[in-house]
Each structure stands twice: as structure tokens, then as C-alpha cells.
């Protein structure tokens, strides 16, 4: 069974820049991919990125493609988030998930396992 304690939310204005940081405790990250996900009110939660636990590939959606890093120090077992240019619609609470021994091809229904979010709110 895998925890998470994610961190790095906050207030921040349009354009500046957060680091959410997710450390996952019940196993190392060899053998799970970690995905950053988010849910908007109102709307679906949707994929942000991910990070192999196969090949240390990363994943990202395009609408946070060139903005976005995600990025894995296995000594700490925490995956990042390095979140840059934030614009308001980046807003929304943000999930770290992991999926088992995954190339990050898998759909968000194949992450067994999820924290329980920290919100980032960007002003306009």
C-alpha cells in the first residue's frame, strides 16, 4: 500500500511559479509510475504529467507542455512538479497517483493508488 504526502500548493500570481513536491512512502519508486493529476471546479480531473518507472520517461499534456517538469529523486522517494508561466486556468487541486511497474501509457483508471491533493490557486 503506497502514501503520499503531497506539498508546494499555495496562492500564486498570474505567471509566477510553485513546486509541488509528492513523497511517497511503501515503496521505492522503481517500480511505479507517478503521475500528477488535477481537478478544476466543475470539471474533470485530468492527466498533467508523468514520469516512467520503466525507463524514467516523462509525459506531459500539451497544455502544460514547455511550463511544466516533472521531475524524481529516488534517494528521497519524491517526485516534483516544477510549474512555471502559471496561468489562471492552471488552478485546480493536484494529485500525485502511482501506477505499477508503467511506461505512463496507461489511463488515469490504472493509478491504483492517490494522494489526497494540494490546491493551487493562480490570480489573474
Known amino acids: 500500500q503506497l502514501q503520499f504526502v503531497e506539498s508546494g500548493g499555495g496562492l500564486v500570481q498570474n505567471g509566477g511559479s510553485l513546486r509541488l513536491s509528492c513523497v511517497v512512502s511503501g515503496s521505492t519508486l522503481d517500480y511505479y509510475a507517478i503521475g500528477w493529476f488535477r481537478q478544476a471546479p466543475g470539471k474533470e480531473r485530468e492527466g498533467v504529467s508523468c514520469?516512467?518507472?520503466?525507463?524514467?520517461?516523462?509525459v506531459y499534456a500539451d497544455s502544460v507542455k514547455g511550463r511544466f517538469t516533472i521531475s524524481n529523486d529516488n534517494a528521497k522517494n519524491t517526485v516534483y512538479l516544477q510549474m512555471n508561466s502559471l496561468k489562471p486556468e492552471d488552478t485546480a487541486v493536484y494529485y500525485c497517483?502511482?501506477?505499477?511497474?508503467?511506461?505512463?501509457?496507461?489511463?488515469?483508471?490504472?493509478?491504483?493508488?492517490w494522494g489526497q491533493g494540494t490546491q493551487v490557486t493562480v490570480s489573474s
Open positions: 514520469i516512467s518507472s520503466i525507463d524514467g520517461g516523462t
Open positions: 497517483a502511482a501506477d505499477y511497474y508503467s511506461d505512463c501509457s496507461d489511463k488515469e483508471v490504472n493509478f491504483e493508488f
